[in-house]
């Protein structure tokens, strides 16, 4: 397995306990990732339950399989079904059809492993091209927003994203030192333009790009809008709590 594989999510088991996982249940685990929340869930659902996942990633999609794939063979005949979808969670009511389920969970945001792949272009702490999609196959890229939207709308979406009271000033920057092409040329012309920045506590200080990069991360994935779909959809998701 690959070291990513064996990334253990935060406060996994009281995820787990809080989704009352039964045997023989159906359980949608809606930000499969690596399969760190999937393979507990697995665990307690038996031969007669079945998995459903999803996850826009390709690369997560890949991961999971690969760790799913060595559960099954830990468990063998107490292996669940497994069924994978590689698209956006808010998908999920279109992709069930119908189909109503025991349990669901939502862990929202971007994933330590999406952070730890440098290449990716969500963080700052390596240099790479300016990407941060989390389905890399359609979309437009940060490097392709920063580049190409107005200085206005890139103001406003580091404001309302990124709650960046500095965000005039910021965008005013970006779009002087265009073309930003990498991470590391957008974190020093955000940093150049913000200054130093203390947390909300004023107990240390965190680097000035932090919010711009997550602002520009939440608006490429549009994970505001994914979130409340699959929040509408859920009540006709889940079966009622008589069923479970």
């Known amino acids: ?17 809080m989704l009352n ?20 869930i697995a665990r307690g659902l038996g031969p007669e339950g079945k998995l459903i996942g999803f996850d826009r990633d390709p690369e997560a999609i890949a991961l999971a399989t690969e760790r799913l794939n060595a559960l099954r063979e830990e468990l063998g005949a ?54 941060m999609r989390m389905n890399p196959r359609e979309g437009a890229t940060a490097e392709q927003v920063v580049n190409q939207a107005g200085e206005k709308e890139l103001a406003d979406l580091i404001y309302e994203f990124g709650e ?14 265009r073309p930003v092409t990498t991470t590391a040329q957008l974190a020093k012309v955000v940093a150049g333009a913000a200054g130093t920045m203390k947390s909300e506590r004023g107990r240390h200080f ?3 790009a932090t919010r ?31 069923g479970w």
């Open 21 to 40: 996982v039964r045997r023989g249940g159906v359980v949608v685990d809606a930000t499969l990732g690596n399969a760190g929340h999937a393979s507990e």
């Open 206 to 208: 965190i680097h000035p």
């Open 1 to 17: 397995m690959t070291e990513g594989s064996k990334h253990v999510p935060v406060l996994l088991q009281i995820a787990i306990r």
């Open 78 to 131: 107490e292996m669940p079904q497994v069924v994978l979808h590689d698209v956006e969670f808010s998908r999920a009511s279109e992709v069930l059809a119908g189909e109503r389920v025991d349990g669901l969970l939502a862990d929202f945001g971007v994933s330590s492993m999406q952070f730890d792949q440098a290449h990716r272009g969500f963080s700052f702490q390596a240099d790479a091209n300016l990407d």
């Open 164 to 177: 960046e009271r500095r965000s005039r000033r910021i965008a005013r920057a970006i779009v002087r030192s």
């Open 212 to 242: 711009t990069f997550q602002a520009l991360r939440i608006y490429v994935n549009a994970e505001l809008s994914e979130i409340d779909g699959l929040l509408k959809a859920a009540p006709e998701l889940l079966k009622p709590e008589e």
